[in-house]
């Protein structure tokens, strides 16, 4: 049975850390792209950062120096490093996995996690 499951959301004050695990079973992690993606009520899912099967990454335009997603194939878990936190920042982040791709593209995502709520806030 195919899983992503996140962990690692929670409440945190503006200017704070947080670090996101996706840990992933059922498939074959390291044939798999992973991404990270946030989603507040009422909007559009948005991709905030990618890793490659090959390991390249890519972050979003406003989440760039802030942010930094990383793998382990051993553990078959992916992470996502949040510093300088703003409450622009708040909503729920899943992530997603898509076989083999050089991009993270929302559409062909072939798995999904249920998310985890990160809230940044004073």
């Known amino acids: 049975q195919v899983q992503l499951v996140e962990s690692g959301g929670g409440l945190v004050q503006p200017g704070g850390s947080l670090t996101l695990s996706c840990a992933a079973s059922g498939f074959t992690f390291e044939e798999y792209s992973i991404g990270w993606f946030r989603q507040v009520p009422g909007t559009r899912r948005e991709e905030v950062a990618c890793?490659?099967?090959?390991?390249?990454?890519y972050n979003a335009a406003n989440v760039k120096g802030r942010y930094t997603i990383s793998r382990d194939n051993a553990k078959n878990t992916a992470y996502l490093q949040m510093n300088s936190l703003k409450p622009e920042d708040t909503g729920v982040y899943y992530c997603g996995a898509i076989i083999k791709a050089r991009a993270c593209v929302i559409t062909s995502i072939d798995y999904w996690g249920k998310g985890t709520l990160v809230n940044v806030s004073s």
């Open positions: 890793i490659t099967y090959e390991g390249s990454t």
